[in-house]
């Protein structure tokens, strides 16, 4: 039967007999179906027109019914529903997991890039130099402190090689000279260009790679010490002027301290210097002065000059800071692996032994 007769028969069930009605309506289908195959929408009028006229439904009610003629199809409901395979044959359904957003992972991710930046086994070598420019001498001065530097954050290790300045090296541009004069003859022929020249030195001398330098003028270390309320120092053994035991130093007195030429040799001073340095370093991360921390850092900013990018400077201070539980690898070029002689000029000079120092420069920086 079709949904037409199925309409019929429910609007019709107050007003007239469902048996008859359905009875005479799928009658009626049927013959029409043998003789055409299909229903079509004329026929159902038909259909409802001689339903109506053998059940005597009045008028009123085949006004209802001729409404819902075309929200119906012709073709019969039973042979649209009818499925044409058995549902066993049909294929097996799966369910596609959804993948959700892991928020979670963020975090994570956020902290193992911190560990790495700080943690990541990556050496940094940088060259620090320190001048001995003044009022008196002018604003080109020689590197009298050269100290070749290694921090690798990972382990933690901070290694200082400090070089004698009077090392009779290649000098590019210029030939065999001091390796002090490297920074000077740049610097003299172009402003700014005396750091690149040191850098330059190093690496083709020592074969050590290096990208970045600190300049230190001198003259403001007084500054920096008294930014930190000066600086104590233990010696054991009486050094320059000073006798053994524990020393408190003022800027005056720590830059005097490093300059005394009067009662040691080239090796000592690097020796003192290697002492001042690390006192300022060990004052400077004491928890004590970490409220003078900014302003040392602007008092440093105004005495030294760099190329180490900001974005270095903490991980770099952090590994300084935990190579204290450590200790620091403090080196100079002793007087064992150099051979003093007098150039053609009549100076006073080293030769570099470099079978004794290159052993040293592969146990620091690993080249």
């Given at each position: 039967?079709?949904?037409?007769?199925?309409?019929?028969?429910?609007?019709?069930?107050?007003?007239?007999?469902?048996?008859?009605?359905?009875?005479?309506?799928?009658?009626?289908e049927?013959?029409?179906r043998?003789?055409?195959?299909?229903?079509?929408?004329?026929?159902?009028?038909?259909?409802?027109?001689?339903?109506?006229?053998t059940?005597?439904?009045v008028?009123?009610?085949k006004?209802?019914l001729?409404?819902?003629?075309?929200?119906?199809?012709?073709?019969?409901?039973s042979e649209?529903?009818?499925?044409?395979?058995?549902?066993?044959r049909?294929?097996?359904?799966r369910?596609?997991?959804?993948?959700?957003r892991?928020?979670?992972?963020?975090?994570?991710v956020?902290?193992?890039l911190?560990?790495?930046?700080?943690?990541?086994?990556?050496?940094?070598?940088?060259?620090l130099?320190?001048?001995?420019?003044s009022?008196?001498?002018?604003?080109?001065?020689?590197t009298?402190?050269?100290?070749?530097t290694?921090?690798?954050?990972?382990?933690?290790?901070?290694?200082?090689?400090?070089?004698?300045?009077?090392?009779?090296?290649?000098?590019?541009?210029v030939?065999?000279?001091?390796?002090?004069?490297?920074?000077?003859?740049?610097?003299?022929?172009?402003?700014?260009?005396g750091?690149?020249?040191?850098?330059?030195?190093?690496?083709?001398?020592?074969g050590?790679?290096?990208?970045?330098y600190?300049?230190?003028?001198?003259?403001?270390l007084?500054?920096?010490?008294?930014?930190?309320?000066?600086?104590?120092?233990?010696?054991?053994?009486?050094?320059?002027?000073l006798?053994?035991?524990?020393?408190?130093?003022?800027?005056?007195?720590?830059l005097?301290?490093?300059?005394?030429?009067s009662?040691?040799?080239?090796?000592n001073?690097?020796?003192?210097?290697?002492?001042?340095?690390?006192?300022?370093?060990?004052?400077?991360?004491?928890?004590?002065?970490?409220?003078?921390?900014p302003?040392?850092?602007?008092?440093?900013?105004?005495?030294?000059?760099?190329?180490?990018?900001?974005?270095?400077?903490?991980r770099?201070?952090?590994?300084?800071?935990?190579a204290?539980?450590?200790?620091i690898?403090?080196?100079?070029?002793?007087?064992?692996?150099?051979?003093?002689?007098?150039?053609?000029?009549?100076?006073?000079?080293?030769?570099p032994?470099?079978?004794?120092?290159?052993?040293?420069l592969?146990?620091?920086?690993?080249?």
């Amino acid at each position: 039967m079709s949904s037409f007769s199925y309409a019929v028969i429910v609007l019709c069930k107050n007003e007239t007999k469902e048996a008859d009605l359905c009875s005479i309506a799928s009658k009626f289908e049927r013959q029409q179906r043998s003789q055409s195959g299909a229903v079509a929408p004329w026929r159902h009028l038909q259909t409802l027109d001689f339903a109506i006229s053998t059940t005597g439904v009045v008028d009123s009610l085949k006004a209802k019914l001729a409404f819902i003629i075309p929200l119906y199809n012709c073709d019969p409901m039973s042979e649209i529903t009818q499925p044409t395979r058995r549902l066993d044959r049909f294929q097996e359904v799966r369910l596609i997991p959804v993948r959700r957003r892991r928020i979670w992972r963020w975090p994570l991710v956020l902290l193992a890039l911190i560990l790495f930046y700080f943690f990541a086994p990556l050496r940094t070598n940088i060259l620090l130099l320190g001048t001995d420019d003044s009022p008196e001498r002018g604003s080109v001065g020689r590197t009298d402190t050269i100290i070749l530097t290694t921090i690798v954050p990972l382990k933690p290790y901070v290694g200082m090689l400090s070089i004698p300045r009077d090392l009779w090296v290649s000098v590019p541009n210029v030939g065999e000279q001091r390796i002090n004069t490297a920074y000077f003859f740049a610097e003299a022929n172009q402003s700014g260009s005396g750091p690149g020249a040191a850098v330059q030195t190093i690496r083709d001398n020592f074969g050590v790679h290096v990208r970045y330098y600190a300049v230190i003028h001198m003259l403001g270390l007084t500054s920096v010490v008294d930014t930190l309320g000066g600086v104590d120092i233990n010696l054991e053994s009486p050094i320059g002027d000073l006798p053994a035991g524990v020393h408190h130093l003022n800027g005056s007195e720590a830059l005097a301290f490093v300059r005394e030429r009067s009662t040691s040799d080239d090796f000592n001073r690097m020796l003192r210097t290697q002492i001042v340095l690390s006192a300022v370093i060990k004052k400077m991360f004491h928890p004590s002065n970490w409220l003078s921390v900014p302003q040392f850092i602007i008092s440093l900013n105004q005495v030294v000059d760099t190329n180490l990018p900001i974005w270095q400077w903490p991980r770099l201070l952090f590994a300084i800071l935990r190579a204290f539980v450590f200790g620091i690898d403090s080196q100079t070029i002793t007087r064992e692996m150099v051979t003093p002689f007098q150039t053609s000029q009549g100076a006073q000079v080293l030769a570099p032994n470099w079978d004794a120092i290159n052993p040293l420069l592969l146990k620091m920086f690993g080249e």
